[in-house]
């Protein structure tokens, strides 16, 4: 049973006692209150607002309101960017909290971008286990590798393959092992070479060409 801006029940939206968020969980209660009448109580509500703090407080009343499960989102979230940021800012606190038992973020993009940016969330909130966890740094005055388009090539291969794991790319090789220790596998840019390192642990010394292909086959000799 699904609530949102446009949705409001009339009587309810036209209240200026409310706010935007008792006056979702109000028009909710008002249509739980019809299925409930007639014995049907396999609901699930959601009450997505376009606004991250209207739609927590809207979800915090919920769940101390409903004793049904809740699918939380931020509707109508904007292009990919913004999207994310405003889904993460939204829903990261409700699940913190416990709220919440199903999730979607809503960007205008592709849907496949959806799923992996619920995956990203949960997995960084602990709530979802089977996804790898990307480290890498932002480019300074002591990067002398291409870090960018590094991690962007090993977090592709990591997805692909579904690989639990932590893998680090800093840009440098004086705080990048160091920072990174905790990784499983990592990279540290040097003159056009890369370090690699596994658990913090320096292995070799390699050409910047051959980094990628060097990290992927010690991860792929420890799987097999």
């Not at 949102?4 to 200026?16: H, P, Q, R």
């Not at 007639?38 to 004793?67: C, M, Q, W």
């Not at 291409?146 to 291969?157: F, G, I, Q, S």
Request: glycine letters at 8%; a negative charge; aromatic letters at 6%.
């Amino acid at each position: 049973m699904g609530v949102n801006s446009g949705s409001l029940d009339k009587d309810i939206a036209e209240n200026s006692v409310f706010s935007h968020a008792e006056k979702l969980v109000a028009s909710a209660q008002k249509h739980v209150a019809i299925l409930e009448k007639y014995g049907f109580h396999d609901i699930v509500i959601s009450l997505k607002g376009s606004n991250a703090i209207e739609t927590i407080e809207a979800y915090r009343k919920a769940a101390k309101t409903f004793p049904y499960p809740l699918h939380l989102g931020i509707t109508e979230a904007g292009p990919k960017d913004i999207g994310l940021i405003r889904s993460a800012a939204g829903l990261a606190p409700l699940l913190i909290e416990g709220i919440g038992d199903t999730i979607r973020i809503s960007l205008s993009d592709e849907p496949e971008e959806e799923i992996l940016a619920a995956k990203r969330l949960l997995h960084d909130l602990d709530l979802y286990e089977r996804y790898p966890t990307i480290i890498s740094c932002p480019t300074c005055g002591r990067t002398q590798v291409n870090v960018v388009p590094m991690a962007k090539r090993v977090l592709a291969y990591l997805e692909e393959h579904n690989l639990n794991l932590k893998v680090a790319v800093m840009g440098c090789v004086v705080n990048g092992p160091g920072e990174a220790r905790h990784a499983d596998y990592g990279l540290a840019g040097g003159n056009g070479t890369w370090v690699l390192f596994k658990k913090g642990k320096l292995l070799r010394t390699v050409k910047e060409d051959e980094a990628f292909d060097a990290l992927i086959a010690t991860i792929e000799k420890d799987i097999a």
